[in-house]
Nanobody, 115 residues
Framework: QVQLVESGGGLVQPGGSLKLSCTFSGSRFQFYAMGWYRQAPGEQRELVAQITSGFTTNYADSVKGRFAISRDNGKNTVYLQMNSLNFDDTAVYYC?????????WGQGTQVTVSS
C-alpha cells in the first residue's frame, strides 16, 4: 500500500517562497507519475505540476515560471519549489501518485499567502 506524506506548507508573505515535499512510502516509486494539486476554499481541485517517471514536467499556466517540480528517486520524494507566491496561491496542496490504475493522494498541506 502506498502512503504519501506532504510537508513544508505554512504562512508566507506575497513574493515569498516555500518548498513542499512529499514522501512516498511503498514500492516502485520510480515508476509513478507524481503530481501536486491544490484546492482553494469553494474551488475544485486543480493540477499544479506533474513529473513523469521519465522526468517530463507539466505545469498549470498560472504557475509557469514560478513553480518547479522535481523528484529524487533515491529518497522516494517529490518536491515543489514555489517562488513569487501571491494571494491566489493560497490553498491546500495535495501530493498525488499515479501509475496505471493505481492512484493515491496525500492528506494535504496548507499554504497561505498573506501580508
Amino acid at each position: 500500500q502506498v502512503q504519501l506524506v506532504e510537508s513544508g506548507g505554512g504562512l508566507v508573505q506575497p513574493g515569498g517562497s516555500l518548498k513542499l515535499s512529499c514522501t512516498f512510502s511503498g514500492s516502485r516509486f520510480q515508476f509513478y507519475a507524481m503530481g501536486w494539486y491544490r484546492q482553494a476554499p469553494g474551488e475544485q481541485r486543480e493540477l499544479v505540476a506533474q513529473i513523469t517517471s521519465g522526468f517530463t514536467t507539466n505545469y498549470a499556466d498560472s504557475v509557469k515560471g514560478r513553480f518547479a517540480i522535481s523528484r529524487d528517486n533515491g529518497k522516494n520524494t517529490v518536491y515543489l519549489q514555489m517562488n513569487s507566491l501571491n494571494f491566489d496561491d493560497t490553498a491546500v496542496y495535495y501530493c498525488n501518485a499515479n501509475m496505471d490504475y493505481h492512484n493515491y493522494w496525500g492528506q494535504g498541506t496548507q499554504v497561505t499567502v498573506s501580508s
